[in-house]
């Protein structure tokens, strides 16, 4: 059973244009929702992340607005750059008591100019 | 600082083979994790621990042993490769002080089974 669906697969977005990463959970334990960036040849690295008592977080042209009643959450990154060509990651877990992440499958962003 | 430190980077392995995939990290962080990621797969945890001497199984644990005998190091071993054990490897690692904070990862170790 997926506990974190991730879509689309892959996304293909003109430069200067609005990228849209969805996801959707089920565990209503979940209360911790971090998004990873991953270049190719390296490991995921943290881009951001949010907690259920804010509704959207913002940093610099990433965003992760968060839909607690729809139980989902979506990264938008604005102003997309070919530098943001990655593949991106969103996960989940419960807040306290380290619990691992439970990770999306993952989406390939290829930024055009 | 050196982070995560993963070796090898890439391993070519007969079928049956066994190894060691190394991890370190020297940032103090008690909590240590193996991901495989395989296309279209996303990252899926094999195991985990939250201290030395303490390990758990995550989502694919199976053909696969670990064990945490310092906070510095958790070395994943394959008993008895198989093909289907050819994916990209991770190891993560962060604090465990009760609730979450930022996991890093390491380069990560390519194996390919032949």
């Known amino acids: 059973q997926q506990q974190v669906k991730q879509s689309p697969q892959s996304l293909i977005v003109q430069k200067g244009g609005i990228s849209i990463i969805n996801c959707a959970y089920e565990?209503?334990?979940?209360?911790?929702f971090p998004w990873y960036q991953q270049f190719p040849g390296k490991g995921p690295a943290l881009l951001i992340a949010?907690?259920?008592?804010?509704s959207e977080k913002k940093e610099g042209r990433f965003t992760i607005s968060f839909n607690k009643s729809a139980k989902q959450f979506s990264l938008h990154i604005m102003d997309s750059q070919p530098g943001d060509s990655a593949t991106y990651f969103c996960a989940a877990t419960p807040y306290s008591g380290n619990t691992p992440l439970v990770f999306g499958k993952g989406t390939r962003l290829s930024v055009i100019a | 600082n050196a982070g995560v430190t993963q070796t090898p980077k890439f391993q070519v392995l007969k079928t049956g083979q066994s190894m060691t995939l190394q991890c370190a990290q020297d940032m103090n962080h008690e909590y240590m994790s193996w991901y495989r990621q395989d296309p279209g797969m996303g990252l899926r945890l094999i195991h985990y621990s939250v201290g030395a001497g303490i390990t758990d199984q995550g989502e694919v644990p199976n053909g696969y042993n670990v064990s945490r005998s310092t906070t510095e190091d958790f070395p994943l071993r394959l008993l008895s490769a198989a093909p289907s054990q050819t994916s990209v490897y991770f190891c993560?690692?962060?604090?465990?002080?009760?609730?979450?904070?930022?996991?890093?990862f390491g380069q990560g170790t390519r194996l390919t089974v032949v």
């Open positions: 565990n209503t334990a979940f209360d911790y």
């Open positions: 949010i907690r259920p008592d804010v």
């Open positions: 993560a690692s962060s604090f465990a002080r009760g609730r979450w904070t930022e996991a890093f």
